[in-house]
């Protein structure tokens, strides 16, 4: 076992290379990075458990990719593939063969909303809801850690199971997240194989010198019967695949249920709910409960085969009511599909438990414990609203759970930093830097996750940094910062960059102003913040110090050691000794002359950072005249809103049923992102 600091793609391809013979794959985002990961550890001549490279085939389409799928395992090849959202939907059909013909094989998906208003690169679970009644098991990850542990779960029981996988984690909440984890070396997976099932399996594999048919077609007279000869394989799946996880628990050091509980052992209030939400319910549930709350969360693991036996065993006797949380919507439905399957286990077994359900988390909306604790609140209420939504306004339908109070969960010493870039900058990459320095040079642990807008190269990107002494197990936005850093000049007067900031914090701004040009250049609600909460502030020309040493546009450097220099997550002079290894690791194929550039860069950073002594005036700045503009209705209460990045405070009746937006739009915006 080693340590590393990875996102949850490359956790989940590390063990799904491990196990498989063959990949058929088909890019689509947010799931891309497993298939590249493993083409390249291929070409670089990895070798699985079965001490062979991976064989990778990349086809013309996802239904394509399944087909190659269905068609390898047939031959008795273990096979895997990664997608997600539509292409998901494209190997609906393939599912259906796969898991009718007990064919065992594990699809990675990066759970991701399926187009329907619009399209959405961003996660929930609509695609995996699409997939329930193919037959295939779903396992759901919540974690980094967990994309690790549950892909190893997921290969090993459906050898034993004879009925194929899916191992789901939310898409870039989870796919992109980058955590410390632990991985498992293919030396210590290997013996965790059941060596029988595997002979049984290859020896299946269609053959000339075992002919056997599959793929008839039957009449009336015998499908039902034919279709119900399954019946024994999924009554079994859930005790085999908790039988794998008490088997690999002694090698992660990990133990996993199929329902996990955590909480007051005699809580009253229990929410229910899978994927990386479960993180967030859990560390508001430990905060609460210290408050005196009787709180709990059940963690849904395998969603399918759905074992009513372990879901009541895992939920406390004392549990008076239940509150259901679907990342998924189902138009036209009495409620979310988890929500109908807890309703319709608790009253096949007789349970009188309140069961109320809700939808979150659509195409990626920020799920936080300020948000757990209004769902909570809503239980415990007399009446409470049931199909509510939390996350957002609906003035609407007027479902929606206010947030009345903002709380913060997060254990006392991380330090939470934010970082706004513009895309092709350089400053995603270099907080993964950062993260993986710290990440690999000391015991702390650290997460990050990246925010894009649409407009990738020259749109804004927040970056979202933990550092802190225990596991992070917050998978939500920063909203209370130690540190932002301003990338790009032209942002202080579009967005509330300063918003959430700590007393006291340290705020570093990239410009060419002296303190006498910003007295004019920065708006006057960024100054009253800077004096009004007492931060140390700090200014670095990085497009002079690039352009000095001959790097054009590429700030990241640069930035990177300002960071280190004044953030104190580590100390400064280990981390200058360590960017510049990682500098000469990254650059030294591209020769001296580029390794020495940004070297250089990293020294004349450290001489050109200076620390901006403010007026305390600036506490008393006084607001601009706002220039009224005549603009068509939606660009004043959409667009606009939506440019500053204050689209989540837009409700429900803001926007058109179908999804139409009015043309023409564009040229009412004016980035001005140019230095």
């Keep these: 076992m080693f340590k590393q600091t990875v ?17 058929a794959i088909y890019p689509i985002t947010p799931s891309s990075p497993m298939a590249e990961l493993c083409d390249s550890w291929a070409a670089h001549g990895r070798k699985n458990i079965w001490g062979q490279k991976l064989r990778i085939s990349e086809m013309q389409s ?6 190659a799928v269905h068609g390898s395992l047939a031959a008795g090849a273990f096979t895997t593939t990664f997608t997600a959202s539509q292409g998901l939907l494209l190997m609906i059909p393939n599912m259906y063969k796969i898991a009718g013909e007990h064919l065992p094989s594990v699809f990675h998906v990066t759970a991701r909303a399926v187009a329907t208003h619009a399209l959405s690169i961003f996660g929930d679970h609509s695609d995996v809801m ?12 919540g974690s980094v850690q967990e994309a690790h542990d549950m892909a190893l779960i997921a290969h090993l029981a459906t050898v034993k199971a004879e009925v194929p996988f899916v191992h789901f984690f939310d898409g870039f909440r989870t796919s992109h997240e980058i955590q410390k984890i632990e991985l498992l070396d293919y030396d210590e997976i290997a013996p965790l194989i059941d060596m029988a099932a595997v002979k049984k399996f290859r020896q299946r594999g269609l053959t000339p010198e075992r002919p056997i048919q599959r793929g008839t077609a039957q009449n009336p007279d015998i499908f039902f019967q034919a279709r119900e000869a399954s019946n024994p394989y999924y009554l079994a799946a859930p005790e085999i695949v908790q039988q794998v996880m008490d088997q690999v628990a002694p090698v992660l050091g990990r133990r996993y249920r199929l329902f996990d509980y955590a909480g007051a052992p005699d809580a009253t209030d229990v929410i229910v709910t899978m994927g990386s939400s479960t993180e967030v319910v859990e560390e508001t549930v430990n905060y609460l409960t210290k408050q005196g709350r009787k ?16 879901f009541l065993a895992a939920l406390p006797t004392t549990c008076q ?34 069961v109320i359900g809700g939808r979150y988390g659509l195409g990626s909306k920020e799920f ?22 939390v996350g957002i306004t609906d003035d609407v339908t007027f479902n929606s759970l206010p947030i009345t109070e903002e709380i913060s969960t997060e254990p006392e010493g991380t330090v939470r930093c934010k970082f706004f870039g513009l895309g092709s900058d350089g400053t995603v990459g270099a907080n993964k830097n950062s993260i993986k320095i710290i990440g690999d040079h000391t015991d702390m642990y650290a997460q990050g996750y990246f925010v894009y807008d649409s407009k990738k190269s020259g749109g804004i990107t927040i970056s979202h940094l933990r550092f802190g002494h225990v596991p992070i197990t917050s998978p939500y936005l920063i909203t209370e910062a130690d540190f932002i850093a301003c990338h790009n000049p032209s942002y202080v007067k579009k967005y509330d960059i300063l918003a959430g900031i700590k007393k006291g914090g340290t705020f570093l701004l990239n410009s060419s102003w002296n303190l006498e040009q910003m007295e004019t250049e920065l708006p006057a609600s960024l100054k009253r913040t800077i004096a009004q909460k007492q931060l140390k502030f700090y200014n670095i020309d990085a497009e002079r110090i690039a352009a000095e040493v001959g790097l054009g546009g590429r700030i990241n450097t640069i930035m990177q050691t300002a960071f280190f220099q004044i953030a104190n997550v580590i100390e400064p002079e280990k981390a200058i000794q360590y960017i510049k290894e990682a500098i000469r690791k ?23 950072l200076e620390e901006v002594h403010y007026p305390a005036e600036w506490a008393k700045a006084k607001d601009e005249p706002v220039e009224v503009k005549d603009e068509p209705a939606f660009v004043r209460d959409v667009m606009r809103p939506m440019l500053r990045q204050e689209g989540d405070k837009l409700p429900v009746s803001a926007f058109t049923p179908d999804g139409s937006f ?3 739009t564009t040229k009412y915006e004016k980035r001005g992102i140019a230095v």
């Design 586 to 608: 990254t650059f030294g194929k591209k020769g001296e002359d580029i390794v020495n550039m940004n070297i250089a860069s990293v020294d004349k950073a450290l001489e050109a």
């Design 368 to 389: 936080t414990p300020s948000m757990v604790n209004a769902v909570f609140n809503n239980l415990a209420a007399v009446g409470p609203i049931n199909h509510f939504t």
């Design 62 to 67: 996802e239904a394509g990719a399944a087909g």
């Design 130 to 141: 699409a997939t329930r009644q193919t037959g295939f098991a779903l396992l759901a990850s």
């Design 321 to 354: 009511r239940i509150a259901v949380l679907d990342r998924t919507k189902e138009p036209g439905a009495v409620g979310e599909p988890l929500y109908q399957d807890v309703c319709s286990v608790l009253k096949e077994n007789g349970k009188k438990i309140t």
């Design 662 to 664: 009015p043309t023409g």
């Design 7 to 23: 996102d949850g793609n490359t956790a989940a391809a590390h063990v799904a290379y491990a196990f498989s013979d063959v990949a």
């Design 295 to 310: 709180v709990g969360v059940l963690k849904v693991r395998l969603y399918r085969p759905f074992s009513a036996k372990h």
